[in-house]
């Protein structure tokens, strides 16, 4: 379990439920982590509200517009992948699922 501050952590990440949260992060890639507890405690002499994250995973770009496509009723195909990757990077241009600006 890792215990940080809250500060603007949360700011922008979409609660699913139960402690969930998705955040986008640089270069389009996904942080999917679950919020078990936040707490007051003191850190650095200072007293900060916390909050403890006890599962996450960060999925890269393409990953997850492969995620995204592959749930999609048409199907996970060249199209609807690329639809996905479209929508997801909002016509910032990827090369081999890497984005260009950090090629």
Known sequence: MTTVKRGTLLDGAFHYKDGWY?????????????????????????????IDIDQEIEVDASSWASIVSSVCLS????????????FHMQGQNMVAGTPVSSL
């Open 22 to 50: 998705f955040a986008r992060r640089d270069e389009g890639k996904v942080w999917i982590f679950h919020v078990s507890g936040e707490a007051n405690k003191v850190m650095d002499g200072l007293n900060v509200q916390t």
């Open 75 to 86: 199907g996970d195909t060249a199209e609807t992948y690329r639809q996905a990757v479209d």
